[in-house]
């Protein structure tokens, strides 16, 4: 895996352990009002997977905002005109241009010098993973041709997000240079065993096809092998039609699929009326788009490896 490896003290570097112990606290419990304590940087991440980043890189130095809170899907997110405050008063706005209408909306109007999209250092595709929904009349947003917004779900895209936030922290605030980049050294170095993690661990899967209720899964497939199959577009509350479930049934079917992965934000009906109809089980596969009251204690790193052991059972790897 192709990954910058930060600078670091040698102070920093016996603090380490205590930094990776810190990470493992960092769920999405941070408040969603703004305001900060003196002398920290008061950052706003428009949802939890750059929330996670912030709090991590910037530790004890940073005040971090959320705008999604908990048990809220990222997707459907609306602004509060408190909300839109902090994103005029922040000193940084992190976020990903297109995912969030909304966000776009009030960095454009009120936050233009503070707002950093995270979309470029991500490196975007149009994976062909979503597909045309509510019968087809999809808005224009979704297409074959749309951007996979879904990057942290790949870990070392999310790798090359935390080298960009952590570089643009520091120029926000280079007083605090030298402790962004060794947290953020510690929190790649967690990243990169979850890569090797990952390889490792789907690598000798006896199926390579996996049946979501969401399409998010596309990069992280791609990365490791696999194959994912949708049952809606990105949009995860979306509706298929009735000839997309026809066609998730018959490849559930002809490969011998054994689960109907859902997730934690959105209704599991669906995915539960199609296992149904097929004769297998179903099980959460977290998109990590946002936590919720049951997982509030978890953590991106947590989440993640709870999806390769969900992903390992259901396909067979040994």
Known sequence: MKMIVMRSSTRA???GAAILAALTLIGCGGSTTSGSADGKLDVV???????????SVGGDAVTVTTLTAP?????????????VGSVASAKLV????????AVDEAVEQDAKDAGFDVAPAAKLEATGADLEENGGAAPAAHT????DPHFWLDPVRYADVVNAVTEKLVATDSANAEAYHARAKTLLTEIGKLDTDYKTGLATCTLKTFVTSHQAFAYLAKRYGLTMVGIAGFTPDAEPT?????EVQDIVKAQQVTTIFYEELVSPKVAETIARDVGVQTAVLSPIEGLSDANSQETYLTLMRGNLQELRKANGCS
């Open 13 to 15: 570097a016996v603090a």
């Open 242 to 246: 009735p000839a997309r479930i026809k």
């Open 45 to 55: 991440t428009s949802f939890y997977p750059l929330e996670f980043i912030a709090r």
């Open 144 to 147: 074959q041709d749309a951007l």
């Open 71 to 83: 048990g809220v899907e990222p997707h459907d997110l609306e602004l509060t005109p408190k909300q």
């Open 94 to 101: 992190v976020y990903e241009k297109g995912l969030q209408p």
